[in-house]
């Protein structure tokens, strides 16, 4: 049943937007017009557009394409994932499981997608097939797992772990940006002051204690260099920023690139054990799921290469995959590793002789996840202070700086 978009006025008057499925464009002015709604334009999604009975344009296939490529949020995916193994365990028909969701969907963007994967299942495509048409939404890891789960008939319990791990790496995911946000607030808080203070408040001051005469204390002439500097130059300091973000950014694009900011961020004194630790719950939380939904050890191994989101530790993966095309174990190639701690390497080695490699993962992903809790906490305890320290040092040498030539000046007409 092909999809449409429409543009629409309300009984109010209010122009209202949406998406929505039926055989025809009459169809759906049809329905539309039983909920007493106007339509003024609609076209179907991937099909041609019409404005009463006119055709043409591919403003839909692009917005189609668009929607295929744009990555959904985790938490948005996470509900949906979670809602549809519900449905599925409770005997729900897997493209009436789909429609429920649709009816209930937040995301128009989201919506639209789900709806072309329900149309492709009803025209007989498997639900792995119809996902993979849209990998900004569903990535290999969701794919690969959804396809196990229907090989094997375990569909229902695959997408519960897959909702499950979706909302573990959300926490995760926030855990750091928790970590880092109250850092990241006082350095932007200071910046801010101390530009206020040198570019309005400062220059100010300096004129008066200058226009004074005398002799200045070597503070303020720092201070003042700094400040002239400062007023001079700021425009062409704000674009050498932007100019090192682009940089960044562009550098960060290109495969080497990316691999020496990973690499340097890994070796970061206070960072990089952060980060270390959780590139390490990411692959065993990974690896354990997609065993789990009985995905083959080598392919698993390569969807995590390609999720684990560091590209140093996707390396290191990759060649662990290589040794075991040659025969090798998962353990021996990660304890020659630096990335992976030696512990890791022996638990995976206990859980490939017992045969519990699924459970030693989840264990080591745990493990991991609470030493994430931990370095998080202590990294704010001891960034904390020495922000408040950092930024107090600034202001109070701003402070001195305009303070001794007062002081001096209030000697010299005492006397």
């Not at 203070?197 to 070597?218: C, D, Q, S, Y």
């Not at 130059?233 to 495969?255: C, E, N, P, S, T």
Request: net charge positive; proline share 4%.
């Amino acid at each position: 049943m092909p999809i449409f978009e429409y543009k629409a006025l309300t009984e109010a008057g209010r122009t209202k937007t949406g998406i929505l499925d039926a055989d025809t464009p009459r169809e759906a002015r049809n329905r539309l017009h039983k909920q007493k709604i106007h339509v003024i334009e609609i076209h179907q999604l991937g099909g041609a557009k019409t404005r009463g009975r006119s055709a043409g344009g591919s403003r839909a296939e692009k917005l189609l394409v668009a929607l295929s490529t744009r990555r959904e949020s985790v938490a948005t995916l996470s509900n949906f994932t979670r809602q549809f193994a519900t449905l599925l365990k409770a005997g729900t028909p897997l493209a009436e499981c789909l429609q429920v969701l649709i009816e209930q969907m937040p995301s128009r963007r989201f919506e639209a997608i789900v709806r072309d994967v329900r149309e492709r299942v009803t025209a007989g495509e498997s639900l792995a097939e119809a996902m993979s048409n849209h990998p900004g939404a569903f990535n290999d890891l969701y794919v690969s797992m959804v396809r196990a789960g229907e090989v094997s008939g375990h569909l229902d319990e695959v997408l519960a772990r897959i909702g499950a791990y979706l909302n573990r790496q959300n926490r995760l995911k926030n855990k750091i940006l928790s970590a880092l946000m109250y850092p990241m607030i006082m350095v932007a808080a200071g910046v801010l002051v101390v530009s206020v203070l040198m570019k309005f408040v400062v220059p100010k001051i300096l004129k008066l204690v200058t226009a004074r005469g005398g002799e200045l204390p070597m503070p303020t002439r720092i201070l003042k260099s700094v400040s002239e500097f400062f007023n001079q130059y700021w425009i062409l300091l704000v674009i050498l920023v932007i100019g090192l973000m682009v940089i960044f950014k562009a550098v960060r694009q290109q495969k080497q690139g990316r691999y020496l900011i990973d690499r340097i961020c890994l070796s970061l004194p206070i960072f990089g054990d952060l980060f270390r630790k959780q590139a390490i719950s990411r692959f065993a939380t990974t690896l354990a799921t997609l065993l789990r939904s009985g995905v083959p050890v080598l392919e698993a191994l390569q969807i995590v290469q390609d999720v684990v989101d560091n590209s140093v530790m996707s390396q290191v993966i990759g060649q662990v995959r290589e040794r075991i095309v040659e025969g090798t174990d998962i353990s021996t190639p990660l304890k020659k590793s630096k990335m992976f701690p030696p512990v890791v390497g022996h638990m995976i080695a206990v859980g490939e002789q017992s045969g519990q490699l699924e459970d030693i993962l989840a264990q080591l992903s745990e493990a991991y996840d609470e030493e994430i809790d931990i370095s998080a906490q202590r990294m704010t305890a001891l960034l904390e202070p020495v922000l408040i320290i950092s930024i107090a040092v600034v202001v109070a040498f701003i402070v001195l700086a305009v303070v001794l030539p007062m002081l001096r000046l209030g000697r010299n007409l005492g006397n």
